[in-house]
């Protein structure tokens, strides 16, 4: 006769110890450290409900549900208190939720806040940076040129004014010159309407321009006195170069320029 005994399942024993974790591997699979596992364990949020053959402590499927619902509730920033009372089915969760949402709502505010004023931070220091050699070239285009620069240092380098350009000129901003170019633009505007209205060098407009002319180059620059002036003007004429870019705005520009500078220097010099 064969006894009728309880049988026994070793493999739904192991199978039920491969679900249990130890507390170094829930702390790397949640992204808690071991230190807050203990935590919990030490204030009975939660604790292990298995132990190994070994004594280990380990956790089981139901633990790890626990430990979710835990983590989120943290994350939304609730005390610890109300995790264990949300636990416990103590209070309501709409209200926690609502309260939290309120809490978050406002860091929102104040984050993008924050995110304004350092977007605005960070446009004035690109335009505060230096302009470079490209961004010149962008603003001037075919008015610009290295080799031409390096002529020129090397021609006026030693002079005053060269200095005085040089030390003004390196912290100006692209925006700085994109200015630079509106004025010289329109100081040139002057000079085309002046001449091509038959108007002469010596007239009021001519010189008017003449004077705009000085007054940018003074400002910008560096010092610029009539006299002085009246150097640049016979350089106009003097360097083809010069004359190219003025000749390209408008036919006779260069000489017409170059006389209304004169002008307007006599006239500054009561002449």
Request: charged residues 30%; negative net charge; glycine residues 4%.
């Amino acid at each position: 006769m064969v006894s009728m005994t309880t049988t026994h399942h070793p493999s739904r024993e192991t199978a039920r110890m491969d679900e249990l974790l130890t507390v170094g591997q829930v702390a790397s699979t949640f992204g808690v450290t071991v230190r807050t596992l203990h935590h919990y364990d030490e204030i009975g949020l939660l604790s292990p409900s298995e132990r190994s053959h070994a004594g280990y402590r380990l956790y089981t499927p139901e633990d790890l549900e626990r430990l979710a619902t835990i983590v989120t509730y943290r994350r939304l920033e609730l005390p610890l208190d109300e995790v264990a009372a949300l636990l416990r089915g103590e209070g309501s969760m709409r209200e926690h939720l609502l309260r939290q949402r309120d809490a978050v709502m406002a860091r929102v505010d104040e984050l993008s806040a924050l995110v304004d004023a350092i977007d605005t931070r960070l446009e004035r220091e690109m335009h505060e940076q230096p302009a470079t050699t490209e961004d010149l070239k962008e603003v001037f285009g075919d008015g610009f040129s290295d080799e031409y620069q390096a002529e020129a240092e090397q021609r006026w380098g030693d002079t005053d004014a060269w200095k005085q350009s040089s030390e003004r000129t390196k912290r100006y901003t692209k925006a700085d010159w994109e200015q630079v170019k509106t004025e010289q633009d329109e100081v040139n505007a002057a000079f085309v309407a002046a001449l091509q209205s038959g108007e002469p060098a010596t007239s009021e407009a001519a010189m008017d321009a003449a004077e705009q002319a000085r007054l940018q180059i003074d400002r910008w620059f560096y010092d610029c006195s009539p006299e002085f002036h009246r150097n640049l003007g016979d350089l106009y004429v003097e360097d083809p170069r010069f004359t190219a870019t003025y000749e390209e705005i408008a036919p006779g520009l260069a000489q017409y320029v170059r006389d209304a500078i004169h002008a307007n220097a006599d006239r500054a010099a009561g002449a």
